[in-house]
């Protein structure tokens, strides 16, 4: 397949994965700045984030990739908080189940703001790293 305009798909490669990569960055960051200076909690999967028209909560997971889980916990200042994780779940071996208890970490005063600390979030966090460094090169091929 031949390109016309190398130069613009370049342009486009490079937004694309500079976007990404900063994205799935942003993660690792609240992940090492959350656990280290924010509050670091257990919560309970209470049951799967589903995207279709927008984000809501279903109680089964009978699908054959990864879910996103909801989670329920208590903060310090007896709050009680529901939040998901916004990283894409990539495998089934690596689900959630309702009622498993995880590691989330949090900015004080924030706890809406929660992220999920587990392995089971690599993944797809590496996932987007890799398509984000991907684009990076291919992109910058196109355009030198």
Known sequence: MQIKNKKTMGCILLLFGFGLTLYASSFVYKMFLYSQKGEVNTATVIGFKVSSNGARMVQNNKTLSGRSPY??????????????????????????EIGEKITIAYPINHAQKAIVISWKEIPGLLLLLGLGILSLIIGKEYIF
């Open 71 to 96: 989670f329920a916990f208590r903060t310090s200042k007896n709050q009680s908080v529901k939040a998901y994780s916004n990283l894409p779940q990539l495998f089934m071996l690596s689900n959630y």
